[in-house]
């Protein structure tokens, strides 16, 4: 029999929640859960020694198909002499007390809750229910208080249950169905060599709940490899859902087709669904979750449940077009309900963020800290350095808030007044920083940024409409993630200021070791695997990725024969920014044209920069193009989904069409041309991309991916330096090579890929860099401006005789 549990929150929530979706409506933040912690303990002590406070309860209700335990805390229990038995549930809040009529219902279904399952455990004649709201700033409080009969609490909790009753059917019903075609599904392919202990070794840590850093070269089936095990994993009790942790929509659409494998080839039942992001998938042009401005917002908590269950029994891979096409038929916000079918879903597909991001994470599942028997399987994990980075840290600009004063500054003279103390006070770091330094304390400056966090969410929660609302609430969430992300402060964090021309003065809070962020987040999951196919020196990223000396690693060999695959290194030209020259640029020139030359077919050529890619690529269109038999197609700054789908697409070859016979004439076949393609390094097309067979034969890579020098990369230099580390590797040539081994990848995707991969800069006859090529890089050629040609040539002739 399925057991299911439930709090008692989210039963209620999800029941009886009615109305518009409204972004009017004003949340608070994460810091204001402090606050609201301190108005719960206020309110706990001053009710005296009769009043319990945060009283654990639970109920078990018994089906035919299923066992339902409803759990929670209630706020307050207190015993009252000639009254009845008083329930206290408290919500703090910045809204004005005065325009507050009635509790909200859901808050009042909480509270009854609880007071149902004392009235049953204690055998009660009559209960109260309170609701407290309490003001978070003027500590005002309101009461709201209503008696009931045991009968009539009792008849009110057992028809919420009945109203939960299709939902638990479902989840008991599709737990058995799920259960029995896992026990039968195999691996829907023969096994390549290494795959099926790679599978193995990925039940192994997912059954003794560890991490395992897994490096695994393309053609290692490292999706099937991991997703296969985990969803056994889940049919033996093991785990509960699947986390597919993605980068890029890509890899999402790969997860997408695995499962789909799957359920076609083992039938498999296992609901997986696909997160978009809320721009993306949102139905109107600019998203604004509001019945004014949508009418998908209008009334959607009223169809919401029911647009949910019809999904789930019509439907199993809850992806993007399955989302949209119900949301337009139930009129409801497609982003929610992505997000309300998750819940139900036992693999959801999504981007990093919806587990990592401190702002964007899906509280649903991990709000509290809550640990669940989750599987985190992270694909392309080299990129959770830099995202993990990026999410946990958090910057505030000197001229950003000079004009938001300046806007707000007549309608909302008490906001602007006090966004002027925090440039007051910005100021006096400025005038000590001449272009960056590291700062030890900015207390004062947190001091006056919560009180413009507490002025302004007090003003959001009365104002649902008014002039600049729109700008105050963008300048909210930006200033209270700056809070949010101080408070999480430790010794892998440095706070910075910098001083530029081009965007101004700025304090950045910068987590320059993200480990510890980014394990406590593994924490909710049972295991985790982290695997790319470019999870190299596994040490450097084991150790800022949050892994322990427990925790396990693999480098998976590759499938692929390596001699299909001609390597080659430029030992006399570099991009080296002391070295940059038109003469530099000029052999760069003429080494893509021997490479690109040799064989026809298509390239791809990776830069260091756009300049630099724009200074080679004018000197070969002068010199070396022929617009006969190569077209050139170059990488934009800003590309839309489409425009990235067309420049792909030109690489791949045509259907072929019998013209003759369905035209019944012969006809001239213009051959076709080389497609050079010249990109940047570590962009949209550096990774991820899937190009196989002839679509791509060749890679050059211009440089050795360092990044540029900066404050930020430098101040990252320093503090692993002080950790004892080699600051120059973990700023600077780690990520650097990432990106060229991910370049380099792009090569060879299948057993009968051939190609020419050509590293064009004489550092990686440097030591610390082959040092670092995968152990597959064997028989590299050492070449110049003079003998390229003729070294081409022979490894094409070398590869062509296999």
């Not at 600019?286 to 269950?309: M, Q, T, V």
């Not at 596994?538 to 949050?546: A, E, R």
Request: hydrophobic share 40%.
């Amino acid at each position: 029999m399925k057991e299911i549990k439930i709090s008692v929150r989210a039963l209620v929530e999800f029941l009886f929640r009615s109305g518009n979706l409204d972004n009017r409506i004003h949340h608070a933040p994460d810091t204001a859960m402090q606050e609201g912690g301190r108005i719960h303990r206020m309110i706990q002590k001053r009710m005296g020694s009769d009043y319990q406070a945060e009283v654990p309860l639970s109920y078990t209700h018994t089906d035919t198909n299923y066992i339902l335990t409803i759990d929670g805390r209630a706020d307050g229990v207190m015993e009252r002499k000639d009254k009845p038995l008083l329930v206290d549930e408290i919500k703090g809040t910045y809204r004005d007390l005065k325009k507050i009529k009635e509790p909200d219902y859901v808050h009042l279904a909480q509270a009854r809750c609880y007071a149902a399952i004392l009235t049953m455990q204690n055998e009660l004649e009559k209960v109260s229910v309170r609701i407290t709201y309490c003001n978070i700033e003027s500590e005002e409080i309101k009461l709201f208080e209503e008696d009931h009969t045991a009968a009539e609490i009792i008849e009110w909790f057992e028809n919420t249950l009945s109203l939960y009753h299709r939902w638990a059917e479902y989840l008991a019903t599709w737990d058995e169905v799920r259960k029995k075609s896992i026990q039968g599904a195999q691996f829907p392919f023969p096994y390549r060599e290494g795959q099926k202990d790679l599978a193995a070794s990925v039940y192994r840590t997912i059954y003794h709940g560890r991490k395992l850093f897994l490096e695994a070269p393309t053609g290692t089936g490292k999706t099937i490899s991991t997703v296969f095990p985990a969803v056994k994993a889940i049919g033996e009790d093991k785990a509960d859902r699947i986390f597919y942790l993605t980068a890029k929509t890509i890899t999402r659409t790969v997860a997408e087709e695995t499962f789909e494998i799957l359920r076609r080839e083992q039938g498999l039942k296992f609901k997986t669904v696909t997160l978009t992001a809320k721009d993306k998938i949102c139905f109107i042009e600019k998203s604004d979750c509001n019945p004014a401005a949508c009418l998908y917002a209008e009334g959607h908590f009223d169809r919401i449940n029911d647009c949910i269950y019809e999904v789930l029994t019509k439907a199993d891979s809850f992806d993007r077009q399955t989302i949209e096409h119900y949301a337009k038929k139930h009129s409801v916000c497609p982003f929610e309900l992505s997000l309300d079918l998750s819940l139900f879903a036992d693999a959801i597909i999504c981007d990093y963020n919806y587990v990592f991001d401190p702002f964007i994470y899906l509280k649903r599942f991990f709000a509290a800290g809550n640990k669940g028997e989750n599987i985190f399987l992270i694909d392309e994990a080299h990129n959770l350095l830099d995202r993990g980075r990026d999410m946990y840290s958090k910057a505030i600009n000197l001229e950003v808030l000079r004009a938001f004063e300046s806007l707000i500054k007549a309608v909302h003279p008490r906001i602007a007044n006090i966004v002027a103390s925090i440039c007051t006070e910005m100021e006096k770091y400025r005038d000590e920083c001449e272009t960056a330094i590291v700062l030890d304390d900015i207390s004062p400056l947190i001091k006056k940024i919560n009180l413009i966090i507490n002025v302004i969410s007090s003003w959001l929660e009365d104002h649902t409409e008014g002039m600049y609302r729109d700008e105050i609430l963008e300048f909210y969430f930006d200033i209270s993630g700056f809070a949010t992300i101080y408070e999480l402060i430790n010794e892998k964090y440095v706070i910075f200021a910098e001083n530029d021309e081009e965007n101004g003065f700025r304090i950045k809070l910068l987590c320059a070791d993200p480990s510890d962020n980014l394990s406590l987040c593994m924490e909710r999951a049972k295991s985790t695997i982290l695997f790319s196919a470019t999870l190299l020196p596994i040490q450097y990223y084991k150790k800022l990725l949050g892994g322990t000396s427990e925790d396990y690693e693999i480098y998976a060999h590759s499938v692929f024969d390596p001699s299909r695959c001609g390597r080659l290194i430029a030992s006399d030209v570099t991009s080296k920014y002391t070295r940059r020259s038109e003469n530099e640029y000029r052999k760069i020139a003429a080494y893509i044209d021997a490479i690109v030359s040799a064989k026809s077919g298509n390239y791809m050529i990776f830069f260091p920069s756009r300049v630099f890619m724009d200074e080679v690529g004018y000197i070969f269109e002068q010199e070396y193009y022929d617009e006969n038999t190569q077209e050139i197609l170059v990488q934009q700054e800003i590309m839309s989904e489409e425009e990235r789908e067309e420049f792909l697409s030109r690489f791949s070859p045509a259907n072929d069409i019998d013209l003759e016979s369905i035209i019944n004439m012969e006809i001239e076949v213009e051959p076709s041309k080389s497609i050079l393609g010249f990109c940047m390094m570590g962009g949209i097309f550096g990774e991820g991309i899937d190009l196989k067979d002839d679509s791509l034969i060749g890679v050059i890579i211009v440089g050795t991916g360092i990044p540029l020098v900066c404050n930020e990369r430098e101040i990252i230099k320093e503090f692993f330096e002080l950790s004892d580390e080699d600051g120059f590797d973990y700023a600077y040539r780690y990520p650097g090579m990432n990106k060229v081994l991910q370049a380099a990848g792009r090569v060879i995707r299948t057993e009968t890929d051939a190609g020419i991969v050509a590293l064009l800069d004489e550092r990686f006859l440097q030591r610390s860099y082959y040092e670092m090529f995968p152990r597959e890089w064997k028989g590299i050629i050492r070449t110049s401006t003079s003998r390229v040609k003729n070294d081409v040539k022979a490894l094409w002739k070398r590869i062509e005789a296999k």
